[in-house]
T-cell receptor, first 112, second 117 residues
Framework: QKEVEQDPGPLSVPEGAIVSLNCTYS??????FMWYRQYSRKGPELLMY????GNKEDGRFTAQVDKSSKYISLFIRDSQPSDSATYLC????????????FGAGTRLFVKA | GAVVSQHPSWVICKSGTSVKIECRSL??????MFWYRQFPKQSLMLMAT?????????EQGVEKDKFLINHASLTLSTLTVTSAHPEDSSFYIC?????????????FGPGTRLTVT
C-alpha cells in the first residue's frame, strides 16, 4: 500500500464548475499537508498548506484535512481554463525525518 | 516568492556519457536541496537530500555512484548522471529550502528533461 494515494484522473470539468481533488494516506504521523500545482513540463508550485486538521481558504481554493479519516481535499471554486494542470498532494511528518511524500497527481482539464 | 532555476531545461545525450544538471537558488540561501525524479503521469520520487557542505543522503534504491550530487555552496547543487542509459531518461526536478524554514517552504526548479539515446 502506498503511503499516499491520489487518483491520477484525468478529471475534465466545464469552466465555472467546482472541482474536488482528494488524497488518502496511511501514515498517522503526517502533520503537514500541502497541495502543489504543476503545469506541463514545469516544476511544482505550492498552492496551499495546512498543519494538522481543519480547513484553510485562499481565494478560490479551499484545503480540508480530516485526520480521523486520513483524507485531504482541495476544492477549486469557479474553475478557469488556466486551472488546467496536475495537482499533487504532499504530506510530511516527524517520522522519516520530515520527508515530504507526494501523491501521484491528478490531471485536471477545465474546458472553456 | 523564492526562485529556483535549473540548467539545462532539456538535454539529449548518448548512452554511456555523463550529464550534469545544475540547480540554483537565485534569491535565497538554500541550506537543503532535494533532487527528484518524475516519470510521465507519476509522482515525484525523492532521489536524495543534500545539505550544503555535507554528503548527500540517498534514498533506498538510488545508486549514489551513478547519481553524483554536489552541494558545494548555499546557492548551487549539481546532479551528475554518470554513464547514462536509456532507462535514466526522465524528468529531474530539484527543490531548495532555506535554513530554519518550514517543511512546506520548499521551492521547486522548472525541471530538466533528460533523454538518453
Amino acid at each position: 500500500q502506498k503511503e499516499v494515494e491520489q487518483d491520477p484522473g484525468p478529471l475534465s470539468v466545464p469552466e465555472g464548475a467546482i472541482v474536488s481533488l482528494n488524497c488518502t494516506y496511511s501514515n498517522s504521523a503526517f502533520q503537514y499537508f500541502m497541495w502543489y500545482r504543476q503545469y506541463s513540463r514545469k516544476g511544482p508550485e505550492l498552492l496551499m498548506y495546512t498543519y494538522s486538521s481543519g480547513n484553510k481558504e485562499d481565494g478560490r481554493f479551499t484545503a480540508q484535512v480530516d485526520k480521523s479519516s486520513k483524507y485531504i481535499s482541495l476544492f477549486i471554486r469557479d474553475s478557469q481554463p488556466s486551472d488546467s494542470a496536475t495537482y499533487l498532494c504532499a504530506m510530511s511528518g516527524s517520522t522519516g525525518g520530515f520527508k515530504t511524500i507526494f501523491g501521484a497527481g491528478t490531471r485536471l482539464f477545465v474546458k472553456a | 516568492g523564492a526562485v529556483v532555476s535549473q540548467h539545462p531545461s532539456w538535454v539529449i545525450c548518448k548512452s554511456g556519457t555523463s550529464v550534469k544538471i545544475e540547480c540554483r537558488s537565485l534569491d535565497f540561501q538554500a541550506t537543503t536541496m532535494f533532487w527528484y525524479r518524475q516519470f510521465p503521469k507519476q509522482s515525484l520520487m525523492l532521489m536524495a537530500t543534500s545539505n550544503e557542505g555535507s554528503k548527500a543522503t540517498y534514498e533506498q534504491g538510488v545508486e549514489k555512484d551513478k547519481f553524483l550530487i554536489n552541494h558545494a555552496s548555499l546557492t548551487l547543487s549539481t546532479l551528475t548522471v554518470t554513464s547514462a542509459h536509456p532507462e535514466d531518461s526522465s524528468f529531474y526536478i530539484c527543490s531548495a529550502r532555506g535554513s530554519g524554514r518550514a517543511i512546506y517552504e520548499q521551492y521547486f526548479g522548472p525541471g530538466t528533461r533528460l533523454t538518453v539515446t
